[in-house]
């Protein structure tokens, strides 16, 4: 019951974990609230679901809008058409690929103390095309699943290949990249809401400036 989320899960992949859990309850429903836990996750490949933005606004409209732009572009000689319309392509490649990202490799380092609260001193995924690092943590509230306390997390991105090309025409890459070829983000992405429900407002936000600057 504590761990139960209604699907989509955010994460599904195989997974081992090594753990260390302490504490006491009258009740199995009550060791949440009471336990001091340290634990390690590891996964060798998945998918993870935490990144996706307004789907419906970029991906289902961002084709037919980039290639109807994109025509009149070549019409009429306009050029600020034609870098909205690249823009809009890549945004819309870039949010097919977070929406769902596969993932080779992920790592989490979780430890409740105690006050209740979860920090999560260590993120870290690779896949082919995505990195990710970062930290959060989860805030305890008496009475709520863990799966509904509020959290935040602080992610930086680094991507590589048509990903990072996509990226780079959204003016979001810094240029100097990693020593395996990942170019990062250059901004960090902030996570919110909870893990039943997270909050990808300003990822959303930092697309939407990217679409429309100049």
């Given amino acids: 019951k504590t ?9 599904e992949g195989r997974v081992n974990l090594l753990a260390n859990w302490a504490g006491s309850a009258a009740a199995v429903d009550s060791l949440w609230a009471q336990g001091a836990l340290e634990a390690t996750m590891t996964s060798s490949g998945g998918v993870l679901r935490v990144l996706g933005v307004d789907v419906a606004q970029y991906v289902k409209t961002g084709k037919t809008v980039a ?30 690929q977070l929406a769902t990202l596969t993932f080779d490799q992920l790592n989490l380092v979780v430890k409740r103390g105690p006050t209740g609260d979860v920090e999560v001193s260590e993120i870290s995924l690779i896949s082919p095309h995505v990195r990710l690092l970062g930290n ?14 509020p959290l935040l997390a602080q992610l930086r991105l680094s991507a590589r290949d048509q990903l990072a090309a996509d990226l780079k025409t959204l003016n979001l890459l810094n ?40």
């Fill in 3 to 11: 761990l139960e989320v209604e699907s989509p899960l955010p994460f």
């Fill in 67 to 96: 290639a109807l732009s994109g025509l009149l572009a070549l019409a009429s000689g306009d050029t600020r058409t034609q870098t909205y319309a690249a823009r809009l392509q890549s945004l819309t490649a870039v949010a097919e």
């Fill in 136 to 149: 959060g943590r989860i805030n305890f509230q008496p009475g709520v699943p863990v799966w509904s306390q």
């Fill in 175 to 214: 240029s100097q990249a990693d020593a395996l070829g990942y170019m990062p983000l250059a901004s960090d992405i902030v996570l919110d809401g909870s893990l039943a429900s997270i909050g990808t407002a300003q990822l959303q936000r930092m697309f939407s400036r990217a679409l429309t600057s100049p």
